[in-house]
């Protein structure tokens, strides 16, 4: 990677809203270990961080501009010729885009496309839904699919195929999109981002839907309760303090010379 690509890349994934994705590949490679995987964690970390950083931004540009920019981030990915402009090193969302293809393997390419079009679908679903009930499980797919390509991208660096590490990312997954929606629901709602206006109702039945995913995982591997804790602190303050961070746009300021973005999910 050249080094003044590098050095956006990072200043991106430095920024307090993208916190929480970034410590994700370290808790996946906790994971791994937990399932007794072998593999060279820095090889998972570095192709996983390239993933969720991606995935963290492309979920600001959404949220901010228009849910449609999921189409153009789609019809990027599918040109598998990188490039490296002035135009790419201008906006956030091209750049960590030509960085994520510089890491999906070419045998998975084509699945790891169809995942990701299936997941922008979801996430149209999501905005679509009309009722608590159909937005939880919009939720869970989202949260299935994220962990899923997660799966993916690893899997070429993985001696052997785990179903069972599969599985469990991806009920993770799930749990993860219902308690960032447990902490996000009140924000999205005054945003204008849900086609219902949740009541208390919602509220309670979306909680106790996260408490008892989340309690299904911890009985069945106790030993990952206080990975599982670590994960709920972080998604927790992490958002927290990047609310205080001040908005602007997907453009890289001249001016400043430093990265620094838009609305925080």
């Known amino acids: 990677m050249r080094a003044d690509v590098e050095w956006l890349y990072q200043a991106i994934a430095q920024e307090a809203r993208y916190r929480h994705y970034v410590r ?29 950083l991606f995935i963290g931004v492309v979920d600001d540009v959404i949220d901010s501009s228009r849910l449609e920019a999921g189409k153009e981030i789609l019809k ?10 002035e135009e790419t090193k201008q906006s956030r969302t091209k750049l960590v885009t030509e960085i994520l293809k510089c890491h999906i393997s070419v045998e998975i390419y084509p699945l790891v496309l169809v995942k ?3 997941l922008y679908q979801a996430v149209v679903r999501e905005r679509q ?11 869970k797919v989202i949260g299935c699919l994220t962990a899923e390509v997660s799966y993916l991208l690893i899997s070429p660096l ?6 069972d590490l599969c599985r469990f990312l991806k009920n993770i997954g799930e749990v993860g999109c219902l308690i960032d929606s447990v902490i996000d629901l009140r ?18 039945r979306l909680t106790g839907q996260m408490l008892h995913e989340g309690l299904k995982i911890i009985l069945r591997h106790p030993r990952l ?12 303050f992490d958002r927290l303090w990047a609310r205080r961070a001040c908005p602007a746009s997907d453009q890289l300021d001249g001016t400043k ?3 620094a973005f838009g609305r925080v999910g």
């Open 24 to 52: 994700i590949p370290e808790r996946i490679c906790r994971c791994l270990d937990y399932f007794d995987v072998p593999s060279s964690r820095r090889a998972v970390k570095t192709r996983l961080h390239s993933y969720y």
């Open 225 to 236: 309760l206080g990975l599982f804790l670590e994960a709920i602190n972080d998604d927790l």
């Open 257 to 259: 010379n430093r990265y």
């Open 187 to 204: 924000s999205d709602d005054r945003l204008g981002l849900l086609s219902f206006r949740p009541t208390l109702k919602d509220h309670l």
């Open 158 to 163: 993985l001696k052997s195929e785990h179903k």
């Open 116 to 118: 990701l079009q299936e």
């Open 129 to 139: 839904s009309s009722t608590m009930r159909s937005y939880i499980e919009q939720r």
């Open 76 to 85: 990027q990915l599918e040109d598998r010729t990188l490039i490296c402009n």
